[in-house]
């Protein structure tokens, strides 16, 4: 079946504006993740989905990061006000249920955001 | 707290070489172990994973790595390389129950390139 997408693939902004990045997980997937992913660095754990539990926004950076997820689809990730520390690739997982299993992760391609 | 540390940042091998990609982790106990391969430009694929069990573990591509408890390593490693192999490799770890189920620690990766 379809993997996750992911979109836009590139997004150019400017400092100070909003955006809205989209992910859409493999169907059936419950669970749905945000990493960050800065030139030369491993992944940054954003925010994590499970079915309708609140969220584990643990490792949003700042308060201008914010995500929703509706149901099991569907989730935005929003950057308002964006800075040029934000310059980063953003991807999306999403998995299977819990347990270990929760750990096989399933990547997009990304979005590659850069903030002029 | 856990981390992952991948010592090498870039490596570089001749095709039909032997490699071994180091991974060193930080963890109360022995947790989950992924190794993840990322393609220009695409999103992560993973190779295989340590769950329990037989601490040597074959994965896709000919891959395979070994999980050795007293050194906190899980090392990937290929008898033979192959031109398309070239990508950057990441190391991850995950806890084991509680906290943010299926959040997954990174290493910063290394980057193989593969010489003719």
């Known amino acids: 079946g379809a993997g996750v997408s992911q979109s836009p693939s590139n997004k150019v902004t400017e400092k100070g504006k909003d955006v809205e990045l989209r992910c859409d997980p493999i169907s059936g997937h419950t669970a749905l993740y945000w990493y960050r992913q800065r030139l030369g660095q491993g992944l940054e754990f954003l925010i994590y989905?499970?079915?309708?539990?609140?969220?584990?926004k643990s490792g949003l950076p700042s308060d201008r990061f914010s995500a929703e997820r509706t149901g099991e689809s569907v989730s935005t990730l929003t950057i308002q006000r964006t800075q040029q520390e934000d310059s980063a690739v953003y991807l999306c997982?999403?998995?299977?249920?819990?347990?270990?299993?929760?750990?096989?992760?399933?990547f997009g391609p990304g979005t590659r955001l850069t903030v002029t | 707290a856990q981390s992952v540390t991948q010592p090498d940042i870039h490596i570089t091998v001749s095709e039909g070489a032997s490699l071994e990609l180091r991974c060193n982790y930080s963890?109360?106990?022995?947790?989950?172990l992924f190794w993840y391969v990322q393609s220009p430009g695409q999103g992560l694929q993973l190779l295989l994973k340590y769950f329990s069990g037989d601490t040597l573990v074959q994965g896709i591509k000919g891959f395979e790595a070994e999980f050795k408890r007293s050194q906190s390593s899980f090392n990937l490693r290929k008898p033979s390389v192959h031109w398309s192999d070239a990508a950057e490799y990441f190391c991850a770890v995950g806890a084991r129950g509680g906290g943010s189920q299926g959040n997954l620690i990174f290493g910063k990766g290394t980057k193989l390139s593969v010489k003719p």
């Open positions: 989905f499970q079915g309708n539990s609140a969220p584990d």
């Open positions: 997982a999403s998995s299977l249920v819990g347990g270990g299993n929760s750990y096989e992760q399933y």
């Open positions: 963890y109360g106990a022995t947790p989950y």
